[in-house]
C-alpha cells in the first residue's frame, strides 16, 4: 500500500523560473528532466488548474511530470496570466505563447522540439484542449502570429468544454452565467456569444484535431461528466485521429490531485499512454523517411 505514493525525485532535475514571455511571475515556467541528461525527448507540456483564477505550476501534476522525467522525458509547467485581473483569452494566448517557446528553445534542455504533447485538469484541461483543437489561430497569438503552436496529442483531466451552454446541460449554462461570464470572460454570454463558443473546446473541433485521451471522473460533481462524454463524441466523429476515453468511476472531480491508489493509476495510465503515443509518432516518421528515401531512388 505504501509503494503508489512514493514520489522519488533523486532521478529528476528541475529548472525553475524561466521566463517564456515578459509578464514577470505569471510568465513562468518550471522544465523537469532526467538528472542523467537527455536529447531529444518527448516533451510534456502541465497547465495547471485552478478555476482560471487560482493556481501555480508547482502545485499539479507533479507526480505526474516527475515519473515521466525519471524515464527520460522532458516536462514544462507553466505559469500563465488569471482572471479576473486579466479576463479570458489572456490565458489561452499565454498558453499558445509557452507551446511557441517550447518549440524554440526545449533542445536546450534535451527535449524533442518536434514533438510536444500537452496536459491538465480541471481549468488546465480546458486549456490543453482549446490549445490541440486551435493550433496556429492568429486570434490568439498577438505578436507570434507564425510560430508552431501545435501539438501532437493532449490528456485532458475533467476538463471543462462547454463555455457557451451548447451541450445543453443545465450545469453548464449555470456556470456560464453565474462563474464564467462575470469572472472569467467579463462579458455576459448575451452580449458576446461567440466569444462563449470560441472558448469551448466542444465546438472547435475539426477534422485536423491531434490525438485525444480524456479522463474524466464519473461522479463529478463540478464539471458533469456528460460535458466528457459529449466531447468525446464529437471527437470520434470529427477527428481524423485517435481518441481515448477512460470514465473513472465514483471518481470526483480533481481525483489525481492528492496522493491515492487511484491517482497512482492514473498516472501509470497516461505513462502507457504517452509512450505508446511516442512510439507510434516516431514509427510513423520512420515510415516517412523510408517512403521518401525510396521516392528518391526508384528501383
Keep these: 500500500l505504501v509503494s503508489p ?34 536529447s531529444n525527448a518527448p516533451v510534456l507540456l502541465q497547465v495547471h488548474g485552478g478555476g482560471w483564477t487560482i493556481g501555480n505550476k508547482d502545485q499539479q501534476g507533479l507526480p505526474l511530470m516527475k515519473h515521466l522525467a525519471a524515464k527520460g522525458w522532458v516536462c514544462v509547467a507553466i ?7 486579466d479576463a479570458f483569452p489572456a490565458h489561452i494566448i499565454d498558453v499558445k505563447q509557452a ?26 484541461g480546458h486549456l490543453c484542449s482549446l490549445a490541440a483543437l486551435t493550433a496556429d489561430d492568429p486570434a490568439w497569438q498577438p505578436g507570434f502570429e507564425d510560430a508552431d503552436t501545435s501539438v501532437q496529442c493532449a490528456v485532458p483531466h475533467y476538463g471543462v468544454y462547454d463555455f457557451a451552454g451548447a451541450s445543453g446541460l443545465r450545469s453548464a449554462e449555470l456556470m456560464r452565467d453565474r462563474f464564467l461570464a462575470p469572472r472569467v470572460l467579463k462579458r455576459t454570454f448575451r452580449d458576446d456569444p461567440a466569444a ?9 473541433i475539426t477534422p485536423s484535431a491531434p490525438d485525444f485521451f480524456v479522463l474524466h471522473g464519473s ?5 458533469d461528466v456528460r460535458q466528457a462524454r459529449q466531447f468525446v463524441e464529437r471527437l470520434k466523429e470529427t477527428s481524423e485521429q485517435s481518441v481515448v476515453y477512460a470514465e473513472l468511476p465514483g471518481a470526483q472531480h480533481a481525483f489525481d490531485v492528492f496522493p491515492s491508489i487511484r491517482s497512482a493509476h492514473v498516472v501509470r495510465a497516461i505513462d502507457r499512454y504517452l509512450h505508446w503515443h511516442w512510439n507510434t509518432w516516431r514509427a510513423g516518421l520512420d515510415h516517412e523517411a523510408e517512403l521518401s528515401e525510396e521516392s528518391q531512388n526508384p528501383g
Design 219 to 223: 461522479h463529478d460533481s463540478l464539471v
Design 5 to 38: 505514493f512514493r514520489n522519488p525525485t533523486t532521478d529528476v532535475v528541475v529548472e525553475r523560473d524561466i521566463a517564456y514571455n515578459d509578464r514577470g511571475r505569471r510568465g513562468f515556467l518550471d522544465v523537469y528532466r532526467p538528472a542523467a541528461g537527455a
Design 196 to 204: 462563449f463558443e470560441a472558448a469551448s473546446p466542444l465546438l472547435r
Design 99 to 124: 507551446i511557441a517557446w517550447i518549440r524554440e528553445h526545449i533542445a536546450s534542455y534535451g527535449g524533442d522540439p518536434t514533438y510536444l504533447a500537452i496536459t491538465g485538469g480541471s481549468a488546465g
Design 79 to 85: 505559469n500563465y496570466r488569471l482572471a479576473p485581473r
